[in-house]
């Protein structure tokens, strides 16, 4: 018996792709992850495709992202088989979690793709019933997928959230990564959270990391994981191996 997305929401009827871009673990010299990030068929940028997504097409379009993702890093596998595959979704179009799941877990068994190795990450400044939330992290957490909060430290829940919820990993908003390496305040806020992240079993990804000064800052705070153009741009549907530069971490 389908939702009620399956039954009233409109098609999503533009074409997109997606590119990938790497998490890395600077620690074990490796790609923990790459994100999947929409993007136009030709390559352009997501804002030409997230402008026609409305109300009542999100949830095809959501549902859309998740088949595309997977078809498309299924075949890119083989370059880095140990990776997991973050997608991003939205909680306002799930309205069902356990309904709403079964075509990407179709997916998933059709491409012969563990759903262990499967992170869905969310914005956590998309204001969002938070009962509903913890309805759809639980669900996810209980059929085996990873769940990640994005973009932590600038939205609506913050930490109310995490002490109801923890997900396996938090992606702390590049506003407090930026220029870190010259601002002292931004570091004690930072440290404090990533010691409070790991005390809760959660891992920290701190994103947008666009130089080799704030990568280093971070790393000198115990920072492994790190996603940025500082190590990778986002590859138009490839999977691209960052450079890691020996030494950075010891």
Same mark, same amino acid.
């Given at each position: %018996? /389908? ?7 409109? /098609? ?11 998490? !890395? ?14 993007? /136009? ?49 939205? @909680?306002?179009? !799930? ?5 709403? &799941? ?11 793709? @563990?759903?262990?190795? &499967? ?16 309805? &759809? ?32 990993? !938090?992606?702390?908003? %590049? ?20 010691? %409070? ?11 947008? !990391?666009?130089?080799?000064?704030? %990568? ?17 741009? @986002? ?16």
């Amino acid at each position: %018996m /389908g939702c009620a997305g399956c039954r009233d929401g409109q /098609g999503f009827d533009l074409a997109f792709s997606m590119a990938f871009q790497p998490i !890395v673990n600077l620690r074990g010299g490796r790609v923990f992850a790459y994100e999947a990030l929409v993007r /136009g068929v030709d390559g352009a940028g997501a804002g030409s495709i997230l402008s026609k997504v409305t109300e009542g097409n999100r949830y095809a379009f959501d549902q859309q992202c998740r088949v595309k993702a997977l078809e498309l890093a299924s075949n890119l596998r083989h370059q880095a088989p140990d990776a997991l595959l973050s997608i991003n979704f939205m @909680p306002n179009a !799930v309205y069902d979690p356990r309904a709403c &799941i079964r075509l990407t877990l179709a997916t998933a068994k059709r491409l012969d793709y @563990p759903v262990e190795n &499967i992170i869905f990450e969310f914005t956590e400044g998309e204001e969002i019933d938070t009962v509903h939330l913890l309805n &759809i992290l639980r669900t996810y957490k209980d059929l085996g997928f990873k769940t990640a909060i994005d973009d932590f430290g600038a939205g609506h829940s913050g930490l109310n959230l995490l002490a109801k919820f923890q997900p396996d990993i !938090v992606k702390l908003d %590049m506003d407090l990564v930026r220029g870190i390496d010259a601002d002292r305040a931004k570091q004690i806020v930072v440290g404090h959270t990533i010691r %409070m992240l790991k005390e809760l079993d959660v891992l920290p990804v701190c994103e947008g !990391v666009e130089t080799a000064k704030e %990568m280093q800052a971070l790393i000198d705070l115990g920072v492994d994981h790190i996603q940025g153009y500082a190590l990778g741009r @986002p590859a138009f549907e490839a999977f691209e191996t960052p450079i890691l530069h020996q030494g950075l971490v010891s």
